[in-house]
């Protein structure tokens, strides 16, 4: 089992910057990969960013490419979503999501295993 507990949302105005931290404890595997999805009102969930624990390699939604920067500390079992240049179409509920030893697509919500509570991101114009 894998416990995430997310932190870091809260109210900008566009323009402005953010970071989200995802606490992961448990049974955190080298082999792991940790996704970023969001969910606005009204809207399915959708994918942010990824990135895999052992190489650092990452993979990020066209709308935030350029923007967003994800990262982790593997020695603390922490990632990071730095979010710079936000927009108001960016508010929603961000969820940390992890998975030891993702065999598929980190895009998708359906290959996570653990999930995080998530944190409002409000961004005003």
């Known amino acids: 089992q894998v416990q995430l507990v997310e932190s870091g949302g809260g109210l900008v105005q566009a323009g402005g910057s953010l970071r989200l931290s995802c606490a992961a404890s448990?049974?955190?595997?080298?082999?792991?990969?940790m996704g970023w999805f969001r969910q606005a009102p009204g809207k399915e969930r959708e994918f942010v960013a990824a990135?895999?624990?052992?190489?650092?390699?990452?993979i990020y939604a066209d709308s935030v490419k350029g923007r967003f920067t994800i990262s982790r500390d593997s020695a603390k079992n922490m990632g990071y979503l730095d979010m710079n240049s936000l927009k108001p179409e960016d508010t929603a509920i961000y969820y940390c999501?992890?998975?030891?030893?993702?065999?598929?697509?980190?895009?998708?919500?359906?290959?996570?295993?653990?999930w995080g509570q998530g944190t409002q991101v409000t961004v005003s114009s």
């Open positions: 448990g049974r955190v595997f080298s082999s792991y990969a």
């Open positions: 990135i895999r624990w052992r190489f650092g390699s990452r």
């Open positions: 999501a992890a998975v030891n030893n993702p065999l598929g697509n980190v895009t998708s919500s359906s290959e996570y295993d653990y």
